[in-house]
């Protein structure tokens, strides 16, 4: 059996979930592809796919070996074009996860550019507030803002985000400007909690080179960055908030910044991503011109 090609025969059926269409697509007999597949089963010890009369589906072990077979191939196609220096001839898949501030606001208007340079690069990109699971989810890189647990994985510093106290012209205009720390009792905060249930401590900021936490009021608690600031903008009270996520409402005048001489720790940026020997020619290549991108950005 010749596995690369099984490996080939398997992704097709896998996405066109129908051993006639990839035989058709290929020019091959539909029971050759079916006992080709059968044969790369029978040297896993698992089952690939669910077979039914109407359609063909991956298993649990289907989906896991369907990924990794993606990577293997899309790296043995960069091997072979590996002593070119046409762009054209980087290709293969890239699975990238970042917050969704940083993607809106820096990489998505810079990412034309990158694509068009490296046309044969597929760019898979998850943006949400969640923390994946980088090894387990088969992530080649990922950024994260804010301090780092210890997960084995190889980190790189990016820089630190500049962290500012806003609130929207209605909601001053309704409650008046904090001028002290002691002012925020009378305030309301916009809580953030990546888990609901969990409230924050409070307004972070720091004096006298520490971190001093200060209670105020607020009743809404949020667990996405797209509504934390949908709900300043609305008028819902006060939040702390990268100043590069912000920057298009402070220019309209829709946020002010409030507190300057009180504004939180600035947050780190990290660029992650698993321990490898050897990072493949495009992964390579895209975590350069991120790190290029957000420095440009970051303080």
């Given amino acids: 059996m010749d596995k690369i090609h099984a490996m080939q025969l398997f992704i097709r059926v896998a996405e066109l979930e129908s051993f006639s269409r990839a035989a058709d697509t290929l020019g091959l007999p539909k029971g050759s592809v079916s006992r080709q597949i059968q044969a790369l089963e029978n040297h896993l010890g698992i089952r690939l796919l669910h077979r039914t009369t109407r359609r063909v589906q991956l298993t649990q072990d289907g989906m896991v070996y369907y990924e990794r077979a ?13 002593f070119q220096h046409d762009p054209s001839s980087i290709s293969g898949r890239l699975r990238v996860d970042m917050p969704v501030a940083v993607a809106k606001n820096l990489v998505i208007p810079k990412l ?33 803002v804010g301090a780092l647990k ?7 510093q990016l820089g630190k985000l500049t962290i500012i106290n806003c609130a929207s012209q209605g909601y001053l205009a309704r409650f008046g400007y904090p001028e002290r720390p002691d002012d925020l009792a009378g305030h309301a905060l ?15 900021m720091k ?22 600031q949908a709900a300043c903008l609305a008028g819902l009270g006060i939040i702390q908030a ?24 600035p947050m780190p940026v990290s660029l992650i991503y698993p321990h490898r020997r050897n990072l493949s020619r495009r992964v390579h290549l895209f975590m350069e011109w991120l790190t290029g991108l957000l ?5």
């Fill in 150 to 156: 210890d997960s084995g994985l190889v980190a790189r």
């Fill in 207 to 228: 004096v006298d080179n520490a971190v001093r936490w200060v209670k105020t009021g607020g009743v809404l608690t949020v667990n996405s960055t797209e509504t934390y």
């Fill in 295 to 299: 420095k440009g950005y970051v303080d």
């Fill in 242 to 265: 990268p100043r590069i996520g912000v920057r298009d409402a402070l220019r309209s005048g829709q946020l002010v910044e409030i507190l300057p001489q009180y504004r939180a720790e």
């Fill in 70 to 82: 993606k990577d293997l191939l899309s790296n043995l196609d960069e091997l072979d074009g590996m």
């Fill in 112 to 144: 034309p550019a990158f694509l068009q340079q490296y046309p044969g690069i597929e760019l898979e990109l998850s943006s949400s507030d969640r923390l994946v699971d980088v090894i387990r989810e088969g992530f080649d890189c990922v950024v994260r």
């Fill in 190 to 204: 916009i809580h953030y909690s990546a888990n609901i249930g969990v409230r924050p401590q409070g307004f972070e």
